[in-house]
Nanobody
Framework: QVQLVESGGGLVQPGGSLRLSCAAS????????MGWYRQAPGKRRELVATIIRGGSTNYADSVKGRFTISRDNAENVVYLQMNSLKPEDTAVYYCNAEITYYSGSLHENNYWGQGTQVTVSS
């Protein structure tokens, strides 16, 4: 019913920048919250940043001042601008969304994208 598709990952040098995007599609009534998580090899999946319907944002301490989460509500897209990238930012980044969707009636569910690889290396 609802699908999340991430894009924008790739290989970048330390100090470089990338912008990730996540597009939600389907019978969406409302996107209540969207966020980015990441999982590095041998590590637990961790929260990177979230943005809720009202626009409030939260960031992991490790990315504050370097990453910015934003949204385009008209297109159901969330972005993660990543600046001053470090090797320790290397991970698979996953989009997550809490969505109210329409399927005869309204339903609410949490969705995950397939992930996009970000590699920071010289």
């Amino acid at each position: 019913q609802v699908q999340l598709v991430e894009s924008g990952g790739g290989l970048v040098q330390p100090g470089g920048s990338l912008r990730l995007s996540c597009a939600a599609s389907g019978n969406i009534f409302m996107i209540n919250a969207m966020g980015w998580y990441r999982q590095a090899p041998g590590k637990r999946r961790e929260l990177v940043a979230t943005i809720i319907r009202g626009g409030s944002t939260n960031y992991a301490d490790s990315v504050k001042g370097r990453f910015t989460i934003s949204r385009d509500n008209a297109e159901n897209v969330v972005y993660l601008q990543m600046n001053s990238l470090k090797p320790e930012d290397t991970a698979v980044y996953y989009c997550n969304a809490e969505i109210t969707y329409y399927s005869g009636s309204l339903h609410e569910n949490n969705y995950w994208g397939q992930g996009t690889q970000v590699t920071v290396s010289s």
